[in-house]
């Protein structure tokens, strides 16, 4: 059974959420609270959105200088798995786990609302469910989710294929201004991954979509000591 | 203990303290009558301090001296009320051990003087309204009224106190659920801005806002105090003027950071059983969380002012016991559990510090560097405001225009364009715009978001579901305040029911003018009589609520505007019905009876700026027929759509239940034919009439007979009117051989845009 951690900053609001998404999939899911530095033996780190310390400076700003956030860093460099969600994305840049950065929606306003994206990369411990290319409907909900980073990081993402969920490109469809229309990322090793749609809230058929759900039944079928297999690639 | 009433109340000036003068006293805001029970009550002059607790105790906002009379005749019982009115929140019990805390609140004039700190701290005071009863806030609901938005000043009150709202509720983690949006000419210069909060609980864990046990101990837990807000309460409590703009700084500064910590906390204290009671510092603060918990408990309290931790230097215990500063409690605790308490405090990054303990002697005692600065009868001081029931009479310019007509002069009207402009009319357009910047799908339990007839939730690990909902056509109200408050109830009742859930109980804010005003106390006393009528006929008790008084501005009073804010409970969540039509070929059916009322309309409203006549006489015994076919329809699983009919009529229930919900990936349309409903009625009264008890339902070919037996079982008329049919072929009403014909996706991004068009007039502000 795969221990799951889900860390709790004291502003995390979808702590309770990631966890139960996590337990569904049979994953022994667990929180651990930011001052912590033990992750007690986790396969897998989560975190959730929210608003880490208040995020009065900037997202995820302080979050990165927690304790927990530094055994974060050691589990992932131990090739463990780690998935940032909204929130946890803006915390996994600027812990610099990930490239790139998480500015200000281009419209200003806070954007709640489902959204299309694409599937672009299944390599990864919480994509290999997926198909490349499937198209899923995904809620959003955050104030600072616009992706940017230099061109030099932009060209690598692409050309790696490091691009995990791209907006699909519609009328309308981007809600932020991210850029190339980016919606979640991935290291090269596939072992991190961060994304502003939340999966957690689309993983329960009363809810009336389970397109976020494979992201959790991926994280379960994945095995620690097993590179990534793409159980759903069609390629 | 001192033996005499005398030496109990004795208390004295703090240093510097100005002394009170007839006109310290006037700017208290305490008339002769009051200044004089204040004098005979204590046996001397009041210090300044006392008469500042005074001031906000006996203000409206507190002492409900206006409304108390009126208010007492609301049903208040029945098999579901597991608390009534007169705490924090209301409580109504749930199946499987759960129940539901639920209050509404207002937060008007703080939020016309600074929209933006104003909104978000009215809900940062709602949701600690609703977890000081040991309940998780689950959804935040929202009634919002403005100006038109042609007027540049009402835009940006609109835009900030949409993301105050937002920026607080987001970040604690509440999802909003619904609510809504209103604008019209009365709310310039007075917007109402009113929070609805609702949690869940074990009803085991439900803790009250009693103190007790003499010697056990005050804490202050959470934020520190600061001179923000001070007054808050007496500000509430009085017209708006061009003076009002000096009061900004009594606005409260809200942290939604620490409120979330306190919400932890709070819920963990609660749960531990550490404590003996809890309550939110609210309006009036430390004053009105003290002198009411003890109060309640028939206790007196000692507190020291000078051991409230304080943001700045040099504070007076007036202003630390006056101040409103946000994101703080009060907690009774017994002496041997404040280590255990301080230790759960700090873990989630709280201080809570003892700043005075519970006595015997009844006294509401303050001390601060150890002088008595206050010392007053405790029970005397939460009870003994004097209560008035003014004079109330009808204004001859309200019965004027109820008993007017369309002037017969008025072009008629195309009914295709009609309906048009309806759905661009902002009171009626999709509210998009606001509801997109709050987030309603945080707790991942979202069933029904907003842009439907109310919200539904699931609760985890439970099969139940939660439906809820906040409504006022205050248009009716200002027509016919007793018909109109019915219609508010019936209303909301009919969007809970509508999603299939059976409506349980109601909370309300009751926002009106200047009560000593004989026409305005006549609005609020007949809304009120129309409240409680339609809430006996539903088996819907109000379990609390709010009064929000003097809502003027030197243009004149707001609509009155008693918002009702309704819980729902769906025995399965899966019988959740959507509000829109979900597939071509499902069979369509006009629910309940129209027969044509234009008074009060938004038809008249909108298009002939005329708001007239006399609104429809609410059939409360068929809003409760068309309640239970509803919710037994939804049982027996037959619905495929239930959209209620209110503001614009039948054509719009109809277009708005084709457009599809806000995110819906196609519009669909319909082939609807009302020959044979509602013959006698002329074209206007038809399409755009708005009696109540109708809704516009949709049904499975296979089972249009079932429901056409049921509904005859419940009694409710049913006129079978046609088919949803796919967007191409549009959406088309016939009636006597006339057949008029809409583009759904025309009609859909006229809906989308009105709000958005609007706002656009203003380059975007950060």
Redesign the interface.
């Known amino acids: 059974m795969q221990r799951v951690a889900v860390i709790r900053f004291?502003?995390s609001?979808?702590d309770?959420?990631t966890l139960?998404?996590a337990t569904r999939v049979g994953a022994d899911a667990y929180y651990v609270w930011h001052r912590e530095t033990d992750l007690k033996g986790a396969d897998v780190v989560l975190i959730p959105?929210?608003?880490s310390?208040?995020?009065?400076l900037r997202a995820g700003a302080i979050a990165r200088f927690s304790p927990a956030m530094t055994a974060v860093a050691r589990h992932a460099a131990e090739g463990g798995a780690v998935l940032g969600i909204c929130n946890g994305f803006q915390i996994l840049c600027e812990a610099q786990l990930l490239p790139g950065a998480l500015l200000r929606n281009s419209?200003?306003?806070?954007?709640?609302?489902?959204v299309l994206v694409t599937v672009e990369n299944t390599g990864t411990v919480f994509t290999s469910g997926y198909r490349r290319g499937e198209q899923l409907r995904l809620?959003v909900?955050h104030?600072d989710g616009r992706y940017v980073a230099d061109a030099e990081t932009i060209a690598r993402l692409e050309g790696e294929g490091l691009v995990v969920l791209r907006y699909v490109r519609a009328e309308d469809a981007n809600p932020n201004g991210s850029m190339n229309d980016i919606a979640g990322i991935t290291n090269p090793e596939g072992n991190i991954v961060a994304i502003m749609p939340?999966p957690?809230?689309a993983?329960?058929p009363?809810?009336?979509s389970e397109d976020g759900a494979r992201f959790f039944t991926s994280m379960a079928a994945w095995n620690p000591r097993a590179p990534v297999t793409h159980t759903a690639d069609t390629r | 203990m001192p033996d005499t009433i005398e030496a109990a109340t004795a208390a004295q000036s703090f240093p510097g303290e100005r002394p009170v003068t007839p006109e310290v006293v006037r700017e208290h805001n305490l008339n002769e009558l009051e200044y004089e029970r204040i004098t005979s009550m204590l046996g001397r002059v009041p210090t300044l301090t006392e008469l500042g607790v005074f001031s906000a105790l006996w203000s409206e906002h507190c002492s409900y001296k206006h409304s108390k009379p009126v208010l007492k005749r609301f049903p208040t019982e029945g098999p579901q009320v597991v608390q009534g009115p007169g705490e924090n929140a209301g409580v109504l019990r749930l199946p499987d051990g759960w129940a539901v805390a639920f209050k509404v609140e207002s937060h008007n004039h703080p939020s016309a003087v600074e929209p933006y700190q104003g909104a978000a701290t009215g809900v940062g005071g709602i949701l600690r309204d609703v977890f000081t009863m040991g309940a998780r806030p689950v959804a935040v609901l929202n009634s919002l009224r403005f100006g038109p938005l042609e007027i540049p000043r009402n835009r940006y009150l609109f835009r900030g106190v949409v993301?105050g709202v937002?920026?607080y509720g987001?970040?604690?983690?509440i999802p909003t659920l619904g609510g809504e949006v209103g604008f019209a000419e009365g709310y310039t210069g007075n917007p109402l801005v009113n929070a609805m909060c609702v949690g869940l609980l074990r009803e085991d864990d439900l803790i009250r806002a009693k103190a007790e046990g003499v010697g056990n101990v005050l804490l202050v837990v959470g934020a520190r105090t600061g001179r923000d807000g001070i007054h808050g309460a007496s500000f509430a409590s009085e017209e708006l003027s061009e003076k009002s703009e000096a009061r900004r700084p009594q606005v409260q500064v809200g942290?939604?950071?620490?409120e979330?910590?306190l919400l932890e906390a709070s819920l963990e204290l609660i749960t531990s059983g550490m404590i003996v009671a809890i309550q939110d510092m609210g309006a009036a603060g430390l004053t009105s969380s003290s002198a009411e918990m003890a109060a309640r408990g028939g206790v007196g309290v000692e507190i020291d002012t000078s051991l409230v931790p304080t943001r700045e230097e040099g504070m007076t215990p007036y202003e630390i016991l006056l101040s409103e500063s946000q994101e703080r409690m009060l907690v009774v605790a017994e002496p041997a559990r404040v280590g255990a308490i301080k230790a759960i405090c700090e873990k989630?990054?709280l201080t809570a510090t003892s700043i005075g303990h519970i006595t015997d002697d009844g006294i509401f005692r303050v001390k601060h560097d150890g002088v008595t600065v206050a010392a007053i009868p405790g029970r005397r001081l939460v009870e003994d405001c004097p209560i008035y029931e003014p004079e109330a009479r009808e204004s001859d310019e309200v019965r004027a225009r109820r008993e007017a007509s369309l002037p017969a002069s008025a072009a008629p009207l195309d009914a295709r364009e009609a309906l048009e402009r309806l759905l661009d009319a902002p009171n009626i357009a999709s509210k998009r715009w606001v509801?997109?910047?709050?987030?309603?799908?945080?707790?991942?339990?979202?069933?029904l978001g907003p842009g439907g007839d109310a919200g539904v939730i699931?609760v985890?690990g439970a099969e139940f579901g939660l439906a809820v909902t906040l409504d006022c056509n205050a248009r009716l109200l200002a027509l016919d305040p007793f018909e109109g408050g019915k219609a508010a109830v019936a209303e909301a009742a009919r969007n809970i029911a509508c999603t299939g859930a059976r409506p349980l109980g109601i909370t309300d804010c009751l926002n009106f003018g200047n009560p000593e005003k004989p026409e305005v106390f006549f609005q609020f006393r007949e809304a009120c009589r129309g409240i409680a009528e339609a809430c006996v006929a539903f088996e819907t008790p109000v379990t609390g609520g709010n009064v929000s008084f003097y809502n003027e501005s030197p243009t004149g009073a707001v609509y009155p505007t008693p918002t009702i804010g309704m819980v729902g409970l769906l025995e399965q969540?899966?019988q959740r019905v959507p509000s829109h039509f979900v597939e071509p070929g499902d069979r369509i059916f006009v629910a309940g009876t129209t027969r044509g009322a234009l008074g009060g309309s938004a038809y008249w409203a909108e298009l002939y700026d005329f708001v007239g006549g006399a609104p429809a006489q609410v059939d409360l015994a068929a809003e409760r027929a068309l309640q239970d076919f509803l919710v037994a329809a939804a049982r027996e699983r037959l619905l495929r759509s239930a959209h209620d009919c209110s503001e614009g009529g039948l054509a719009v229930a109809l277009a708005e239940a084709a457009i599809g919900g806000?995110?819906a990936e196609r519009p669909l349309g319909a082939a609807v034919n009302l020959d044979g409903h509602a013959d006698a009625v002329a074209e206007a009264g038809l399409l755009f009439g708005e009696d109540g008890a109708r809704a516009v339902i949709s049904c499975r070919p296979v089972q249009a007979e079932r429901l056409v037996r049921l509904a005859e079982r419940c009694g409710v008329p049913l006129h079978p009117a046609g088919a949803v049919r796919p967007a191409e072929a549009g959406l088309s009403i016939a009636r006597g051989g006339d057949t008029i014909t809409w583009d759904p996706a025309t009609l859909r991004r006229i809906h989308d845009d009105a709000i958005p068009r609007r706002m656009r007039a203003d380059a975007?502000q950060?």
């Open positions: 004291p502003g609001n979808c309770e959420d139960r998404a959105g929210g608003f310390y208040g995020d009065y419209r200003l306003t806070f954007v709640s609302r489902p809620p909900a104030g939340h957690e809230r993983a329960d009363a809810l009336g | 993301r937002g920026d987001n970040c604690v983690g942290d939604p950071f620490t979330k910590l989630w990054e509801f997109e910047q709050y987030d309603s799908t945080v707790q991942a339990a979202t069933v699931m985890p969540v899966d806000p995110y975007e950060t």
